[in-house]
């Protein structure tokens, strides 16, 4: 399925409250693979920006008064969006601002339009548990330079989650192989497979790999001196069930 990367500006925090988008920046994805086809727009929002969201991307209300509505752009941008999945990092924020400027014209919302909506921010949280999760920390922690991000800028935020993303789901659809020797003398080279077209068996475990597997587990138990996590863990998980049928 074709993707798109999809990040806004907007004037404030609340698009229920009248705030509105400034800026819209995408990164289409084929394959996994930037195509260059992105779309930046930069909107007219008919009202000034707040202070703190001005402090955030930096563009000025008088940058603005020449560029056009949303109503003039709105068909350009659906037409791009049209039955692709987008990538959204804290999507529930940038849809309810598209959904309410679409509102505005009379025209159907994103979910009508597009295949599919990712949050990478609830992606990263389910990787990353209590850690921080913003794109900034996201880039750090995947090696993803932003060093050229001082402000908040739409297209740029979707280039740099474009990279966020493919690194976050790398193991999900291709297999990385380094190659040694190659007979063509590449050596290094990293070969990408792509596995979505194998099936690929699931192994279960049989009885006496099981017992092998428990009995390990004690081992590890016995070790430690308060019991294992795991241990402990099994034992509330068993309480619990006893506790369910008991009640």
Same mark, same amino acid.
Not at 55 to 71: E, M, R, T, W, Y
Not at 98 to 120: A, C, H, T, W, Y
Not at 131 to 160: F, I, M, P, Q, Y
């Given at each position: 399925?074709?993707?798109?990367?999809?990040?806004?500006?907007?004037?404030?925090?609340?698009?229920?409250?009248?705030?509105?988008?400034?800026?819209?920046?995408?990164?289409?994805?084929?394959q996994r693979k930037p195509t260059g086809?992105?779309?930046?727009?930069y909107v007219n929002p008919e009202r000034d920006s707040h202070e703190d969201a001005l402090k955030v991307h930096g563009i000025s209300n008088d940058f603005l008064q020449d560029k056009p509505k949303f109503a003039a752009i709105a068909q350009e941008l659906a037409d791009y969006l049209r039955g692709a999945e987008l990538i959204i990092h804290n999507a529930p924020f940038d849809v309810g601002f598209l959904n309410k400027e679409f509102e505005r014209l009379g025209m159907p919302p994103v979910k009508q339009l597009v295949g599919n909506v990712i949050d990478s921010l609830a992606m990263a949280k389910d990787l990353f548990p209590g850690k921080r999760n913003s794109l900034d920390a996201l880039c750090d922690r995947l090696e993803v330079d932003n060093s050229g991000r001082t402000l908040h800028g739409a297209l740029l935020d979707a280039e740099l989650l474009a990279d966020v993303y493919v690194n976050m789901t790398r193991g999900q659809d291709a297999l $990385?192989?380094?190659?040694?020797?190659?007979?063509?003398?590449?050596?290094?080279?990293? $070969?990408?497979?792509?596995l979505s077209s194998f099936d690929l068996p699931v192994l279960k475990a049989n009885d006496s790999e099981l017992a092998a597997h428990d009995r390990v587990l004690g081992e590890l138990n016995k070790a430690c001196e308060q019991g294992?996590?795991?241990?402990r863990t099994q034992s509330q998980k068993t309480d619990q069930t006893q506790a369910i049928i008991k009640g």
């Amino acid at each position: 399925m074709r993707q798109i990367v999809l990040d806004t500006e907007t004037t404030g925090l609340s698009a229920a409250d009248g705030d509105r988008i400034i800026e819209i920046g995408c990164v289409e994805l084929d394959q996994r693979k930037p195509t260059g086809r992105n779309l930046h727009l930069y909107v007219n929002p008919e009202r000034d920006s707040h202070e703190d969201a001005l402090k955030v991307h930096g563009i000025s209300n008088d940058f603005l008064q020449d560029k056009p509505k949303f109503a003039a752009i709105a068909q350009e941008l659906a037409d791009y969006l049209r039955g692709a999945e987008l990538i959204i990092h804290n999507a529930p924020f940038d849809v309810g601002f598209l959904n309410k400027e679409f509102e505005r014209l009379g025209m159907p919302p994103v979910k009508q339009l597009v295949g599919n909506v990712i949050d990478s921010l609830a992606m990263a949280k389910d990787l990353f548990p209590g850690k921080r999760n913003s794109l900034d920390a996201l880039c750090d922690r995947l090696e993803v330079d932003n060093s050229g991000r001082t402000l908040h800028g739409a297209l740029l935020d979707a280039e740099l989650l474009a990279d966020v993303y493919v690194n976050m789901t790398r193991g999900q659809d291709a297999l $990385l192989i380094e190659v040694g020797d190659s007979p063509s003398g590449d050596a290094g080279q990293t $070969l990408r497979i792509d596995l979505s077209s194998f099936d690929l068996p699931v192994l279960k475990a049989n009885d006496s790999e099981l017992a092998a597997h428990d009995r390990v587990l004690g081992e590890l138990n016995k070790a430690c001196e308060q019991g294992s996590v795991w241990e402990r863990t099994q034992s509330q998980k068993t309480d619990q069930t006893q506790a369910i049928i008991k009640g």
